[in-house]
């Protein structure tokens, strides 16, 4: 096949090609990302220890995949104080966590100044904790709430002391799909030109896909090769997450969840297309652990982190709302075949285990 013929002098796959690896036998696409996983990492599996705090699910947005925004099936609205956000760090640092994970709805009530403040206070309480605020998604809404550009909330966020950019929003680039599942949201246009600003300040992010609902493959595809370009231009992206579209509680009514071959198999596609994005994360709150895990020997080489708690996943039915425990995550991964690394967000090597 000239696709396996590419592969092996390490041409890059244009299109075409990367629509026909989903027509490769499972396992022997897992053998092709496993041999790059291992060129890249060998058998190292890194996972962080971090809190996830969602601060509000009051959303202006009407997403028809979302189970978590209070504007739609959830009633139970909330909006965290800031007092509590501080005490739930204040708490998770008492674990060792490295890093606040805070991504949250589009409350057109709380401002800006409120979710800046958030970022200020946590670090100035806790100032070896590394931020990780406000995805591409939050930044469109909010320079659209207060007629600002989105340099503007970049340079806010970076005073106010966020250190990197979640990868939240991306769903699926492809603006038809995007209409029916999250219309009025950011586009993937304004999705990647916002990474791309975050990039040219000399900052990191990472970059989603949810996939399992009303996408193709080709637009996996589309959406990967498009993450593929900005890369080239910015090298800022540290990882690429594909998220499994979790179908509990929304109004998407996607009757069946995705096999875990064909998660498995966008796994491995992703490892083999994006050769320049250093990591594949195998998010286990949307995958499970242990496909997460499996995921590991089909180009996937990191876990995510222990996150303590976690509102979004979960609302959709997700097993993730109350996280892993550090130790059982390190015996899972040993248990799986490999090495457990402790990294940091920006994956510096914390610890060998």
Excluded at 78 to 100: C, D, F, P, R
């Amino acid at each position: 096949m000239d696709i396996l013929k590419k592969l092996e002098n390490k041409e890059r796959l244009n299109f075409d090609d990367a629509v026909k690896l989903y027509d490769l036998d499972l396992f022997e696409l897992g053998m092709i990302a496993n041999q790059i996983r291992e060129e890249k990492h060998g058998k190292k599996t890194y996972f962080n220890i971090n809190r996830h705090i969602n601060p509000t699910n009051i959303c202006k947005d009407v997403c028809q995949f979302c189970a978590y925004s209070a504007s739609r099936k959830n009633p139970n609205q909330y909006t965290m104080t800031h007092e509590q956000i501080l005490e739930a760090v204040g708490n998770s640092s008492k674990n060792g966590i490295k890093e606040v994970h805070i991504v949250s709805a589009h409350n057109p009530h709380t401002g800006l100044q409120w979710y800046l403040d958030v970022f200020k206070i946590i670090k100035e309480k806790f100032p070896s904790i590394h931020i990780k605020a406000l995805t591409a998604a939050e930044i469109h809404f909010l320079a659209t709430e207060y007629n600002l550009t989105y340099e503007d909330i970049i340079s806010k966020m970076l005073e106010h002391g966020v250190d990197s950019m979640p990868g939240g929003g991306a769903e699926i680039f492809d603006e038809k799909v995007r209409k029916r599942i999250c219309g009025g949201k950011v586009s993937s246009e304004q999705w990647l030109n916002i990474h791309k600003l975050w990039h040219n300040h000399g900052k990191h992010s990472n970059a989603t896909m949810l996939f399992g609902h009303i996408e193709t493959r080709e637009h996996r595809i589309d959406h990967m090769l498009r993450l593929r370009n900005l890369q080239d231009e910015t090298g800022g992206f540290n990882a690429f997450i594909p998220l499994v579209f979790q179908t509990k509680n929304n109004y998407l009514k996607v009757k069946e969840p995705l096999t875990g071959q064909e998660i498995l198999k966008t796994y491995a596609i992703a490892r083999i297309l994006l050769d320049n994005i250093p990591n594949i994360k195998a998010y286990w709150a949307t995958s499970t652990v242990k496909l997460a895990l499996i995921a590991q020997e089909f180009g996937a080489n990191d876990l995510d982190g222990t996150i303590e708690k976690e509102s979004i996943q979960s609302a959709a039915g997700a097993q993730s709302a109350h996280g892993v425990q550090v130790q059982q995550f390190v015996d899972l991964i040993k248990n799986s075949g490999f090495t457990p690394v402790e990294r940091d967000s920006v994956y510096n090597e914390l610890k060998v285990w």
